[in-house]
């Protein structure tokens, strides 16, 4: 077997192969990406959500404590007659 017969017979279906898996892997890895992304997008939708209905809940206590402590203030000053 000579060189040429070689590299026909093993080495251009290998490096085919190779090649072939390579471009399967390439594939496979850009579906990943692509998966990765969307999650990355899901996760901060829902992060600035979460971050937003805490900041609301937040003002929404200071706004009870402040009307509670209108409707519960003592009163000291009364009208003489």
């Not at 979460?50 to 509670?68: G, S």
Request: hydrophobic letters at 40%; a positive charge.
């Amino acid at each position: 077997m000579d060189w040429i017969q070689f590299l026909q017979i093993i080495c251009m279906p290998a490096f085919g192969w190779f090649f072939y898996k390579l471009g399967e892997q390439r594939k496979e890895i850009k579906s990943l990406e692509r998966d990765l992304n969307e999650f990355k997008v899901a996760v901060a939708k829902e992060y600035a959500t979460q971050t937003h209905i805490a900041r609301l809940e937040t003002k929404l206590d200071d706004l009870r404590e402040m009307i509670w402590s209108l409707h519960h203030e003592p009163t000291t000053t009364r009208h003489k007659k």
